[in-house]
T-cell receptor, first 113, second 113 residues
């Protein structure tokens, strides 16, 4: 059974640009959550999607957005990139809402220069 | 200003010894808890979970203990091996229809051969 797949694995972008990251959850999983991991702030929740609907959103500016498709695949977008957006972006999939194991992908390492 | 990196507590153990990693969680309403292991360059890997109606759960070489009175979780690893060297995170799920996880700062486990 394939795990959570995130693409691309690495990205280098320039300040002011935008970026789209992709996540394919485990087959059959309907919930996808996104997290940002930095040395300074640790792992922080970005947002959560279930059945194409955003269920929860973390404390991030509006430049961070996401969506989920009917096949449960999810994308997140960051516009007007800032140096501080450099981080490891992690996607987690769960079979359902609440109280179920969340499995993480390898992450996308974004570097903003 | 310049952000300061999180100072990760470090636990150094000898190969073959038992390890105990501790975590204080924040929300008394949290009803589901997970321990993750993260190796360098990889996403967090699910180790074991426990629900709030339990105080102990055992897996293969790992045991999680939950003390709701003092909002404390611990992860015990028996016969620690070099391959156990990683950063370990506890995560809590706050209850309700969400998979949103709140992560602790992590503990670096260093296993000495």
């Amino acid at each position: 059974k394939a795990g959570v797949t995130q693409t691309p694995r690495y990205l280098i972008k320039t300040r002011g640009q935008q970026v789209t990251l992709s996540c394919s959850p485990i087959s059959g999983h309907r919930s996808v959550s996104w997290y940002q991991q930095t040395p300074g702030q640790g792992l922080q929740f970005l947002f959560e999607y279930f059945s194409e609907t955003q269920r929860n959103k973390g404390n991030f500016p509006g430049r961070f957005s996401g969506r989920q498709f009917s096949n449960s695949r999810s994308e997140m977008n960051v516009s007007t990139l800032e140096l501080g957006d450099s981080a490891l972006y992690l996607c987690a999939s769960s079979i359902d809402l609440a109280g179920t194991e969340a499995f993480f992908g390898q992450g996308t390492r974004l570097t903003v220069v | 200003g310049e952000s300061v990196g999180l100072h990760l507590p470090t636990l150094s153990v000898q190969e073959g010894d038992n390890s105990i990693i501790n975590c204080a969680y924040s929300n008394s309403a949290s009803d589901y808890f997970i321990w993750y292991k993260q190796e360098s360059g990889k996403g967090p890997q699910f180790i074991i979970d426990i629900r709030s109606n339990m105080d102990k759960r055992q897996g293969q070489r790992v045991t999680v203990l939950l003390n709701k009175t003092v909002k404390h979780l611990s992860l015990q690893i028996a016969a620690t091996q070099p391959g156990d060297s990683a950063v370990y995170f506890c995560a809590e799920e706050g209850g309700g229809a969400t998979n949103k996880l709140i992560f602790g700062t992590g503990t670096l486990l260093a296993v000495q051969p």
